[in-house]
């Protein structure tokens, strides 16, 4: 079956503009992830959904990240007044249910800040 | 505080030799380990869990809690092994804290 796909696979942005990056997870994972991939810093959890709990936010770096996940499936991580710093690959994953479940990781979305 | 620490950025071994990659962690309670690996050009994707005690490509981890770590093992590293391997922790009910990796560079 179709595993998790994210788009775009690049975007590159000018410094201060905002970016949306879109994730869809397999079909009935209740469980889903986005985090940051960055060199020297490894993946860096960014936010979790489970099901229709309240999101957990604890990774945001900051209030210009956001995140939301409409209907239990489609994903899109939000990012306003990029700076450079931002700029990573964002990994989504999708597990059946959270916790110790085996999570997919999406192709990732690799966004350049200029 | 939840950690992960893999204390090697890079490891490099000839073919057949053995491989450990090392992980520790520090958690409060009764955690979930695993590894995940990413090959050149490929998604990442689990390669095994303690939980499970099973051995992936030849690959073993014990969970050793006295110690707080889950070294990842293989006696005869092929080259095919080269990648990025990532230690992770999980407790319950949460997402996964990653440690920054560990390049494995397998060369003949």
């Known amino acids: 079956g179709a595993g998790v796909s994210q788009s775009p696979s690049n975007k590159v942005t000018e410094k201060g503009k905002d970016v949306e990056l879109r994730c869809d997870p397999i079909?009935?994972?209740?469980?889903l992830y986005w985090y940051r991939q960055s060199l020297g810093q490894g993946l860096e959890f960014l936010i979790y959904?489970?099901?229709?709990?309240?999101?957990?936010k604890s990774g945001l770096p900051s209030d210009r990240f956001s995140a939301e996940r409409t209907g239990g499936s489609v994903s899109t991580l939000t990012i306003q007044r990029t700076q450079q710093e931002d700029s990573a690959v964002y990994l989504c994953?999708?597990?059946?249910?959270?916790?110790?479940?085996?999570?997919?990781f999406g192709p990732g979305t690799r966004l350049t800040v200029t | 505080a939840q950690r992960v620490t893999q204390p090697e950025k890079l490891l490099s071994v000839f073919k057949g030799a053995p491989v450990e990659l090392k992980c520790n962690y520090s958690?409060?309670?009764?955690?979930?380990l695993f590894w995940y690996v990413q090959y050149s050009r490929q998604r990442l994707q689990l390669l095994l869990r303690?939980?499970s005690r099973e051995s992936i490509k030849g690959f073993t981890a014990d969970l050793n809690k006295g110690e707080t770590s889950f070294h990842l093992k293989k006696p005869f590293a092929q080259e095919e092994d080269s990648a990025m391997y990532y230690c992770?922790?999980?407790?319950?009910?949460?997402?996964?804290?990653f440690g920054k990796g560990t390049t494995l560079s397998v060369s003949s």
């Open positions: 959904f489970q099901g229709n709990s309240a999101p957990d």
């Open positions: 994953a999708s597990s059946l249910t959270g916790g110790g479940y085996e999570q997919y």
């Open positions: 958690y409060s309670g009764s955690p979930e």
């Open positions: 992770a922790l999980s407790g319950q009910g949460t997402a996964l804290i």
């Open positions: 303690h939980i």
């Open positions: 079909s009935g994972h209740t469980a």
